[in-house]
Protein backbone atom coordinates (compact mmCIF):
# COMPACT_ATOMS: atom_id res chain seq x y z
CA UNK A 1 0.00 0.00 0.00
CA UNK A 2 1.13 3.25 -0.77
CA UNK A 3 0.69 6.57 1.14
CA UNK A 4 -0.96 9.40 -0.40
CA UNK A 5 1.44 11.94 -1.03
CA UNK A 6 2.05 14.69 1.75
CA UNK A 7 1.21 18.12 1.40
CA UNK A 8 4.46 20.41 2.41
CA UNK A 9 4.45 23.92 2.28
CA UNK A 10 7.32 26.26 1.92
CA UNK A 11 6.85 29.84 2.95
CA UNK A 12 8.91 32.62 1.92
CA UNK A 13 8.16 36.51 2.48
CA UNK A 14 8.78 38.72 0.14
CA UNK A 15 12.17 40.82 0.08
CA UNK A 16 11.35 40.65 3.74
CA UNK A 17 13.22 43.19 5.90
CA UNK A 18 12.70 45.62 2.68
CA UNK A 19 9.02 44.87 2.79
CA UNK A 20 8.52 46.01 6.04
CA UNK A 21 10.44 49.09 5.30
CA UNK A 22 8.54 49.74 2.28
CA UNK A 23 5.09 49.06 4.83
CA UNK A 24 6.47 51.56 7.68
CA UNK A 25 7.82 54.66 5.54
CA UNK A 26 4.98 55.29 2.61
CA UNK A 27 7.53 57.26 1.16
CA UNK A 28 10.03 54.23 0.09
CA UNK A 29 6.98 52.11 -1.04
CA UNK A 30 7.26 52.12 -5.42
CA UNK A 31 11.44 53.09 -4.76
CA UNK A 32 14.62 50.86 -5.07
CA UNK A 33 15.06 50.23 -1.56
CA UNK A 34 17.78 48.58 0.00
CA UNK A 35 18.94 47.16 3.92
CA UNK A 36 22.14 47.46 4.79
CA UNK A 37 25.44 49.16 6.09
CA UNK A 38 26.38 52.47 4.38
CA UNK A 39 30.13 52.40 5.36
CA UNK A 40 32.92 51.11 3.26
CA UNK A 41 32.43 47.38 3.52
CA UNK A 42 28.82 47.67 3.49
CA UNK A 43 26.73 44.88 2.07
CA UNK A 44 22.74 44.37 0.64
CA UNK A 45 20.85 42.28 3.46
CA UNK A 46 17.69 42.49 1.43
CA UNK A 47 16.54 44.72 -1.73
CA UNK A 48 13.22 45.55 -2.89
CA UNK A 49 12.05 44.34 -5.92
CA UNK A 50 12.09 47.93 -7.49
CA UNK A 51 16.16 47.63 -6.68
CA UNK A 52 16.12 44.29 -8.14
CA UNK A 53 15.59 45.77 -11.27
CA UNK A 54 18.68 47.34 -11.26
CA UNK A 55 20.55 43.97 -10.87
CA UNK A 56 20.87 44.66 -6.86
CA UNK A 57 20.37 41.52 -4.68
CA UNK A 58 21.39 40.17 -1.33
CA UNK A 59 24.91 39.64 -0.52
CA UNK A 60 26.06 42.88 -3.31
CA UNK A 61 28.48 44.99 -1.58
CA UNK A 62 26.84 48.62 -1.53
CA UNK A 63 29.04 49.96 -2.90
CA UNK A 64 28.55 48.15 -6.03
CA UNK A 65 24.91 48.01 -5.89
CA UNK A 66 25.03 52.08 -5.45
CA UNK A 67 27.15 52.61 -8.58
CA UNK A 68 24.11 50.27 -10.09
CA UNK A 69 21.32 52.89 -8.96
CA UNK A 70 22.79 55.84 -7.60
CA UNK A 71 19.37 56.80 -6.56
CA UNK A 72 18.85 53.36 -4.27
CA UNK A 73 17.48 54.54 -1.16
CA UNK A 74 19.59 52.71 1.58
CA UNK A 75 17.69 51.93 4.58
CA UNK A 76 19.74 51.09 8.08
CA UNK A 77 17.57 48.03 8.89
CA UNK A 78 15.80 47.76 12.27
CA UNK A 79 15.99 44.13 13.21
CA UNK A 80 13.90 44.21 16.22
CA UNK A 81 11.20 45.22 14.20
CA UNK A 82 11.76 42.30 11.55
CA UNK A 83 11.85 40.17 14.32
CA UNK A 84 8.31 41.36 15.97
CA UNK A 85 6.76 40.81 12.54
CA UNK A 86 8.70 37.49 12.06
CA UNK A 87 7.29 36.33 15.42
CA UNK A 88 3.40 37.03 14.66
CA UNK A 89 3.95 35.76 10.88
CA UNK A 90 5.14 32.77 12.95
CA UNK A 91 1.84 32.66 14.86
CA UNK A 92 -0.17 32.49 11.86
CA UNK A 93 2.00 29.41 10.61
CA UNK A 94 1.08 27.89 13.71
CA UNK A 95 -2.58 28.36 13.46
CA UNK A 96 -2.51 25.68 11.04
CA UNK A 97 -0.33 23.21 12.50
CA UNK A 98 2.37 22.48 14.84
CA UNK A 99 4.69 21.00 12.36
CA UNK A 100 6.22 24.62 11.29
CA UNK A 101 10.09 24.21 10.53
CA UNK A 102 11.88 27.39 10.82
CA UNK A 103 14.61 28.31 7.90
CA UNK A 104 15.04 31.82 8.96
CA UNK A 105 13.07 34.63 10.31
CA UNK A 106 10.94 34.90 6.76
CA UNK A 107 10.96 31.14 6.18
CA UNK A 108 9.43 28.10 6.87
CA UNK A 109 7.97 24.54 6.17
CA UNK A 110 5.10 23.42 7.20
CA UNK A 111 3.53 20.09 6.72
CA UNK A 112 0.00 20.23 6.55
CA UNK A 113 -0.66 16.14 5.53
CA UNK A 114 -3.09 16.00 8.18
CA UNK A 115 -4.91 18.92 8.53
CA UNK A 116 -7.21 18.50 5.55
CA UNK A 117 -10.35 17.69 6.93
CA UNK A 118 -10.07 20.49 10.20
CA UNK A 119 -8.64 23.74 7.20
CA UNK A 120 -9.29 22.16 3.69
CA UNK A 121 -6.35 20.85 1.36
CA UNK A 122 -2.56 22.52 1.18
CA UNK A 123 -3.49 25.24 -1.53
CA UNK A 124 -6.29 26.40 0.57
CA UNK A 125 -4.32 26.71 3.39
CA UNK A 126 -1.74 28.52 1.59
CA UNK A 127 -4.26 30.19 0.90
CA UNK A 128 -5.55 31.28 3.98
CA UNK A 129 -2.33 31.69 5.75
CA UNK A 130 -1.15 34.69 2.35
CA UNK A 131 -4.32 36.72 3.41
CA UNK A 132 -4.27 36.42 6.91
CA UNK A 133 -1.03 37.68 6.54
CA UNK A 134 -1.49 40.69 4.43
CA UNK A 135 -4.38 41.70 6.71
CA UNK A 136 -2.52 41.42 9.97
CA UNK A 137 1.17 42.64 9.19
CA UNK A 138 0.29 44.13 5.82
CA UNK A 139 3.62 42.08 3.96
CA UNK A 140 2.97 39.17 1.16
CA UNK A 141 4.54 35.95 1.72
CA UNK A 142 4.56 33.37 -1.21
CA UNK A 143 3.86 30.00 -0.87
CA UNK A 144 4.52 26.54 -2.79
CA UNK A 145 3.00 23.33 -2.01
CA UNK A 146 4.28 20.27 -3.04
CA UNK A 147 4.64 17.05 -1.89
CA UNK A 148 8.11 17.85 -0.54
CA UNK A 149 10.46 19.82 1.27
CA UNK A 150 12.69 19.93 -2.21
CA UNK A 151 10.15 21.03 -4.35
CA UNK A 152 7.69 23.32 -2.37
CA UNK A 153 10.74 25.27 -1.86
CA UNK A 154 11.10 25.69 -5.95
CA UNK A 155 7.76 25.94 -6.23
CA UNK A 156 7.48 28.79 -3.81
CA UNK A 157 9.84 30.58 -6.46
CA UNK A 158 7.79 30.18 -9.11
CA UNK A 159 5.33 33.26 -8.81
CA UNK A 160 7.37 35.23 -6.42
CA UNK A 161 6.69 38.15 -5.45
CA UNK A 162 2.77 37.91 -3.84
CA UNK A 163 2.42 34.44 -5.86
CA UNK A 164 1.20 30.65 -4.96
CA UNK A 165 2.12 27.63 -6.89
CA UNK A 166 1.22 24.41 -6.61
CA UNK A 167 3.05 21.54 -7.97
CA UNK A 168 0.75 18.60 -7.80
CA UNK A 169 2.68 14.44 -8.79
CA UNK A 170 1.37 14.39 -11.92
CA UNK A 171 3.39 17.73 -13.06
CA UNK A 172 6.77 17.19 -11.25
CA UNK A 173 8.38 15.40 -13.89
CA UNK A 174 7.45 17.98 -16.48
CA UNK A 175 8.60 21.10 -14.20
CA UNK A 176 11.72 19.61 -13.26
CA UNK A 177 13.55 18.43 -16.60
CA UNK A 178 14.53 20.78 -17.67
CA UNK A 179 15.30 22.83 -14.22
CA UNK A 180 19.27 23.74 -14.57
CA UNK A 181 21.35 21.38 -11.91
CA UNK A 182 22.30 24.24 -10.45
CA UNK A 183 18.82 24.78 -8.95
CA UNK A 184 19.54 20.99 -6.97
CA UNK A 185 19.79 21.52 -3.25
CA UNK A 186 23.15 20.75 -2.63
CA UNK A 187 24.80 21.66 -5.81
CA UNK A 188 27.35 24.92 -5.55
CA UNK A 189 29.61 26.10 -8.35
CA UNK A 190 31.87 23.31 -7.39
CA UNK A 191 29.57 20.01 -7.85
CA UNK A 192 28.09 22.37 -11.04
CA UNK A 193 31.30 22.46 -12.76
CA UNK A 194 32.18 18.94 -12.35
CA UNK A 195 28.54 17.71 -13.37
CA UNK A 196 29.08 20.42 -16.67
CA UNK A 197 32.35 18.61 -17.67
CA UNK A 198 29.94 16.06 -18.42
CA UNK A 199 27.42 17.91 -20.47
CA UNK A 200 25.45 17.78 -17.83
CA UNK A 201 23.25 20.89 -17.53
CA UNK A 202 20.03 20.22 -16.75
CA UNK A 203 17.55 17.82 -14.47
CA UNK A 204 16.87 15.83 -17.73
CA UNK A 205 20.58 15.32 -18.28
CA UNK A 206 21.48 14.44 -14.96
CA UNK A 207 18.38 11.51 -14.92
CA UNK A 208 20.61 9.75 -17.62
CA UNK A 209 23.19 8.82 -14.83
CA UNK A 210 23.33 5.77 -12.63
CA UNK A 211 23.29 6.33 -9.15
CA UNK A 212 26.99 4.19 -8.78
CA UNK A 213 28.18 6.86 -11.12
CA UNK A 214 26.58 9.96 -9.09
CA UNK A 215 28.24 8.59 -6.09
CA UNK A 216 31.93 8.50 -7.80
CA UNK A 217 31.45 11.99 -8.58
CA UNK A 218 29.71 13.47 -5.76
CA UNK A 219 30.59 11.21 -2.45
CA UNK A 220 27.72 10.20 -0.22
CA UNK A 221 25.47 13.14 -1.67
CA UNK A 222 25.46 11.16 -5.03
CA UNK A 223 22.50 9.19 -4.18
CA UNK A 224 20.66 12.28 -2.63
CA UNK A 225 21.64 14.00 -5.90
CA UNK A 226 20.02 10.75 -7.72
CA UNK A 227 17.09 11.12 -5.74
CA UNK A 228 16.21 14.80 -5.94
CA UNK A 229 16.63 15.00 -10.12
CA UNK A 230 13.27 12.12 -9.62
CA UNK A 231 11.69 14.51 -7.16
CA UNK A 232 11.70 12.36 -4.42
CA UNK A 233 12.82 13.64 -1.21
CA UNK A 234 11.70 12.12 1.80
CA UNK A 235 12.76 14.34 4.46
CA UNK A 236 10.60 15.04 7.43
CA UNK A 237 9.18 18.74 8.43
CA UNK A 238 10.95 19.14 11.94
CA UNK A 239 10.01 21.63 14.62
CA UNK A 240 12.62 23.00 16.17
CA UNK A 241 11.64 23.12 19.62
CA UNK A 242 13.54 20.08 20.30
CA UNK A 243 17.05 21.65 19.89
CA UNK A 244 18.96 22.11 22.56
CA UNK A 245 22.33 22.64 21.52
CA UNK A 246 24.09 23.00 18.16
CA UNK A 247 27.51 21.77 18.23
CA UNK A 248 30.22 21.19 15.06
CA UNK A 249 32.98 18.54 15.32
CA UNK A 250 35.86 18.14 12.95
CA UNK A 251 38.25 15.69 12.55
CA UNK A 252 41.65 16.37 10.72
CA UNK A 253 43.18 13.54 8.60
CA UNK A 254 46.43 14.59 9.86
CA UNK A 255 46.75 15.85 13.18
CA UNK A 256 47.57 19.65 14.04
CA UNK A 257 50.59 21.02 15.34
CA UNK A 258 50.61 24.98 13.83
CA UNK A 259 48.65 27.13 16.23
CA UNK A 260 48.27 29.50 13.43
CA UNK A 261 45.88 26.85 11.73
CA UNK A 262 43.96 26.12 14.89
CA UNK A 263 42.82 29.49 15.39
CA UNK A 264 41.69 29.29 12.07
CA UNK A 265 39.49 25.65 12.48
CA UNK A 266 38.11 27.05 15.45
CA UNK A 267 36.35 30.25 14.02
CA UNK A 268 35.57 27.96 11.35
CA UNK A 269 33.34 25.89 13.78
CA UNK A 270 32.03 28.54 15.44
CA UNK A 271 31.30 29.97 12.53
CA UNK A 272 29.00 27.12 11.64
CA UNK A 273 27.55 26.70 15.03
CA UNK A 274 26.42 30.43 15.07
CA UNK A 275 25.40 30.63 11.41
CA UNK A 276 23.10 27.35 12.42
CA UNK A 277 22.02 29.10 15.27
CA UNK A 278 21.18 32.21 13.44
CA UNK A 279 19.36 30.59 11.15
CA UNK A 280 17.54 28.66 13.72
CA UNK A 281 16.58 32.46 15.45
CA UNK A 282 18.13 30.88 19.07
CA UNK A 283 21.21 32.18 21.21
CA UNK A 284 23.12 30.52 23.37
CA UNK A 285 24.97 31.00 26.71
CA UNK A 286 27.13 28.23 27.03
CA UNK A 287 29.79 27.14 25.11
CA UNK A 288 32.19 24.37 25.09
CA UNK A 289 35.52 23.51 22.95
CA UNK A 290 36.74 19.85 22.62
CA UNK A 291 39.64 18.85 21.85
CA UNK A 292 40.79 15.31 20.81
CA UNK A 293 44.97 14.66 21.07
CA UNK A 294 47.23 12.42 18.78
CA UNK A 295 46.65 10.18 21.56
CA UNK A 296 43.02 10.29 21.34
CA UNK A 297 43.07 11.21 25.03
CA UNK A 298 40.36 13.79 25.18
CA UNK A 299 38.92 17.36 27.22
CA UNK A 300 36.53 19.30 27.32
CA UNK A 301 36.51 23.00 28.62
CA UNK A 302 33.21 25.49 28.77
CA UNK A 303 32.07 28.49 30.03
CA UNK A 304 29.05 30.51 30.40
CA UNK A 305 28.22 33.75 28.87
CA UNK A 306 27.45 36.88 30.72
CA UNK A 307 24.40 37.41 27.83
CA UNK A 308 22.90 34.61 25.55
CA UNK A 309 24.59 35.34 21.66
CA UNK A 310 24.41 34.27 18.44
CA UNK A 311 27.59 36.33 16.71
CA UNK A 312 30.74 34.51 15.78
CA UNK A 313 33.30 37.06 16.72
CA UNK A 314 32.77 37.10 20.81
CA UNK A 315 31.97 33.51 20.43
CA UNK A 316 35.13 32.64 18.91
CA UNK A 317 37.37 34.86 20.66
CA UNK A 318 35.87 32.87 23.88
CA UNK A 319 36.45 29.85 22.58
CA UNK A 320 40.07 30.83 22.09
CA UNK A 321 40.24 31.74 25.97
CA UNK A 322 38.99 28.12 27.11
CA UNK A 323 41.27 26.29 24.14
CA UNK A 324 44.26 28.09 26.39
CA UNK A 325 42.68 25.94 29.53
CA UNK A 326 43.97 22.48 27.25
CA UNK A 327 47.01 21.78 25.80
CA UNK A 328 46.29 21.98 22.40
CA UNK A 329 48.53 24.74 21.21
CA UNK A 330 51.31 22.40 22.60
CA UNK A 331 50.34 18.90 21.77
CA UNK A 332 49.14 17.17 18.31
CA UNK A 333 45.25 17.99 18.12
CA UNK A 334 43.77 15.21 16.31
CA UNK A 335 39.77 16.25 16.75
CA UNK A 336 38.29 19.96 17.60
CA UNK A 337 34.81 20.70 18.60
CA UNK A 338 32.52 23.89 19.01
CA UNK A 339 29.18 23.37 20.90
CA UNK A 340 26.95 26.25 21.77
CA UNK A 341 24.47 25.25 24.60
CA UNK A 342 21.46 26.32 26.77
CA UNK A 343 20.00 28.12 23.52
CA UNK A 344 16.49 29.83 23.80
CA UNK A 345 14.88 31.92 21.73
CA UNK A 346 16.39 35.41 20.64
CA UNK A 347 14.03 38.08 22.19
CA UNK A 348 16.34 40.08 23.84
CA UNK A 349 18.09 41.49 21.00
CA UNK A 350 17.95 44.95 22.20
CA UNK A 351 19.26 44.08 25.70
CA UNK A 352 22.81 44.51 25.11
CA UNK A 353 23.50 46.28 22.02
CA UNK A 354 26.03 48.29 21.59
CA UNK A 355 27.95 49.89 19.28
CA UNK A 356 30.45 47.40 18.24
CA UNK A 357 27.74 44.06 18.83
CA UNK A 358 25.80 45.89 16.24
CA UNK A 359 28.73 45.84 13.71
CA UNK A 360 29.36 41.85 14.89
CA UNK A 361 25.78 41.31 14.08
CA UNK A 362 25.88 43.36 10.92
CA UNK A 363 28.91 41.04 9.09
CA UNK A 364 26.94 38.08 10.63
CA UNK A 365 24.19 38.54 8.43
CA UNK A 366 26.29 40.05 6.01
CA UNK A 367 28.53 36.80 5.58
CA UNK A 368 25.56 34.48 6.21
CA UNK A 369 23.50 35.79 2.92
CA UNK A 370 26.73 35.37 0.51
CA UNK A 371 27.19 31.92 2.15
CA UNK A 372 23.44 31.19 1.35
CA UNK A 373 24.52 32.07 -1.94
CA UNK A 374 27.23 31.20 -2.53
CA UNK A 375 27.96 28.30 -0.14
CA UNK A 376 30.70 27.77 1.98
CA UNK A 377 33.26 29.90 1.87
CA UNK A 378 36.45 30.29 4.18
CA UNK A 379 37.44 33.73 2.64
CA UNK A 380 35.58 36.35 4.81
CA UNK A 381 36.52 36.10 7.96
CA UNK A 382 40.56 35.75 7.41
CA UNK A 383 41.35 39.60 7.26
CA UNK A 384 39.30 39.51 11.01
CA UNK A 385 41.35 36.65 12.17
CA UNK A 386 44.85 38.45 11.42
CA UNK A 387 43.02 41.55 12.77
CA UNK A 388 42.54 40.35 16.21
CA UNK A 389 46.19 38.97 16.26
CA UNK A 390 47.30 42.48 15.69
MG1 LIG B 1 12.23 35.67 1.82
Not at 132 to 152: D, H, M, R
Request: a neutral charge; glycine letters at 8%; proline letters at 5%.
Amino acid sequence: MTLPPRQILHLDMDAFFASVEQRDFPELRGQPVVVGGRSGRGVVSAASYEARKFGIHSAMSMSQALKRCPSLLVQPGRMAVYKDVSRSVFDIFHRYTDLVEKLSVDEAFLDVTGCQRLHGTGREIAEKIRSEVWKEVSLTVSAGIAPNKFLAKLASDVNKPDGLFELSPEEIDPFLLSLPIKRLWGVGPKAQERLQRYGIETVADLREYSIEWLEQQMGSWGPRLYDLCRGQDDRSVEPETEIQSIGHEDTYSRDLCDSDRIRQEILHLTERVTMRARKKGVRGKTLTVKVRYGDFKTCTRSATLPHPTDQTMPLYHQAMELLEKTEAMDRPVRLLGVTLGNLGEDDQVELFESPNNKDNENLDRAIDSVRDRFGKIGLVRGSLLDRGKK
